[in-house]
């Protein structure tokens, strides 16, 4: 990681973190100058981004993260059943706007069935889902269409929402500017890597401006910079406001969400 | 409108950038047409035609196949069910007569004393009937190796099948094979018209089934409601 990747890293963290953005912007161009001037290896210097951006959170304090608003997303009792097998039984989720939530869990404790039954993609066998606005949902796999170029993938979704070419093509491109992507490419969805077409799938979720975002493990193949421009890009969209719920089974990263749903069958329900 | 053109053109653009589909969606009736053109010309026209229904049912089938986990995602973007189902049988229409087009030619040009505008008419019908029984058959069996063979099985009983019998006239391509007899054998008009009569009545009939089928695999679950939002 050189120094630039270095800086990046830290921006994300202290943006994370709900760093005021006028103080990240004056510590991250403090670090940037000791580095110029001092040289040396920032993780040396001042070590990895995480642990100095935990350390200057410490001595700074954070901004007011905005308070949640109306509740965007109630899932209430859901249960489902496949044959004789119960694979969610009364689970209950709240999400406001300007909130994160995580659901975890054990592999095959139904997370994806969970939120494709907040998507409406099927039915459960008991419980009901309000959502309040739009909803924009990111598969795990298979949100993308092979022969399709990027752009193309914009102008489909984009059409759904009575959006001309144009700015549709324009919206795509900088939601996957947002994720370090370049969507600009004549590249057909079939020859991206597996990381590019994961950010395409996120791309189209977030085009049409979801007050709702379901997100099924998003993050599958991106690089250690992806990882960490997805999150920076869902902390972005929380702060305007929209309500995400994000399946995810990385519990390091359960520090910035606001509210988790824990599947995992021995410990059923909700908490935050 | 705008989603129903912009399904359409994105199945047309995938379609034509499967190079190889293409090649094979060419080499199907071009080689049916082949394999009867030492008998009598009928024959040729004939095979030509089925080989025409079998490609465009076989694209439709695929594409409807490769477009299901798309199509929900699709829905909660702002599309309707009868966007994405009608938005890609036009483009598996106009992917239909684009390859109908050579073929409409080497019949012009390859066989002499035909009723050219009764060819043209049986393509149109092979074509308006493949698309929607392509999309049937993938709306009703999720795995595409289950769908090819239950194509494969209708193709074959609709060669194999006498088609004075009464059994044929439930065949989705018996229409082809009548407009045919009148375009090459000079029969009475009554061929055409019962052609195209029973095209329209199967296109109709498997249109509708089509809407059904993604209506309800597409349909807004009753558990999920939508409160305003403030």
């Known amino acids: ?226 990882y960490v421009n997805l999150w920076d890009q869902l902390a972005r969209l929380r702060d305007e406001g929209r309500a995400i719920v994000v399946v995810t089974h990385l519990l390091n990263q359960l520090d910035r969400v606001d509210t988790v749903l824990d599947l995992t069958p021995a410990q059923q329900g909700g908490r935050r | 409108m705008n989603r129903l053109v912009t399904v359409a053109e994105m199945t047309l653009r995938e379609l034509v950038r499967r190079r190889g589909v293409l090649l094979l969606l060419l080499l199907m009736p071009l080689t049916f047409w082949l394999i009867r053109r030492d008998s009598h010309v009928g024959q040729s026209v004939r095979a030509l035609l089925l080989g025409i229904s079998w490609a465009v049912s076989t694209a439709a089938l695929f594409a409807t196949s490769a477009a299901r986990e798309l199509e929900p995602r699709l829905r909660l973007a702002g599309y309707r069910p009868h966007h994405l189902y009608l938005g890609r049988m036009l483009g598996l229409w106009a992917l239909g007569l684009a390859v109908s087009v050579p073929f409409f030619l080497l019949t012009v040009f390859d066989a002499n004393n035909l009723r050219y505008a009764g060819i043209a008419v049986a393509m149109l019908c092979c074509v308006a009937v493949a698309a929607p029984l392509g999309m049937l058959i993938g709306a009703l069996l999720p795995r595409e190796m289950e769908g090819t063979l239950l194509l494969l099985t209708v193709v074959a009983v609709q060669m194999l099948l006498d088609p004075t019998s009464s059994a044929a006239k439930l065949m989705p391509f018996w229409s082809s094979r009548e407009i045919a007899s009148w375009a090459v054998d000079h029969t009475d ?8 009569l029973h095209a329209a009545v199967v296109t109709a009939l498997m249109l509708v089934t089509v809407a059904g089928l993604f209506g309800v695999r597409l349909r807004r679950r009753r558990h999920l409601r939508h409160a305003p939002l403030v």
Request: glycine share 14%; proline share 6%; net charge positive.
């Open chain 2, 189 to 196: 008009d009554g061929y055409l018209s019962r052609g195209v």
């Open chain 1, 1 to 226: 990681m050189n120094d630039d990747e270095w800086l990046r890293a830290f921006g994300a963290e202290l943006h994370q973190r709900r760093v005021a953005v006028d103080a990240a912007r004056h510590v991250i161009a403090e670090a940037a100058t000791h580095l110029r001037e001092g040289g040396g290896d920032p993780w040396l210097v001042f070590g990895p981004p995480q642990a100095y951006a935990a350390a200057i959170v410490e001595s700074i304090g954070t901004a007011p993260g905005p308070r949640p608003g109306p509740v965007r997303l109630h899932a209430t009792g859901i249960t489902k059943r496949y044959g004789r097998r119960t694979v969610l039984r009364d689970a209950t989720l709240t999400v406001r706007a300007g909130q994160i939530a995580a659901v975890i869990g054990a592999n095959g404790c139904g997370k994806s069935t969970f939120l494709r039954i907040c998507a409406g993609l099927i039915s459960p066998d008991a419980g009901e889902v309000t959502v309040a606005g739009r909803l924009g949902y990111c598969p795990q796999q298979g949100g993308t269409i092979d022969f399709l170029l990027p752009d193309e993938h914009f102008v489909l979704v984009g059409a759904g929402q009575g959006m001309a070419r144009g700015p549709a093509r324009r919206a795509g491109r900088a939601a996957a500017r947002q994720l370090g992507w370049d969507a600009e490419s004549t590249v057909l969805a079939r020859h991206l890597s597996g990381g590019t077409r994961q950010k395409l799938n996120l791309t189209m979720s977030t085009l049409a401006a979801p007050d709702v975002l379901l997100l099924d493990e998003p993050y599958q193949g991106f690089d250690q910079g992806s």
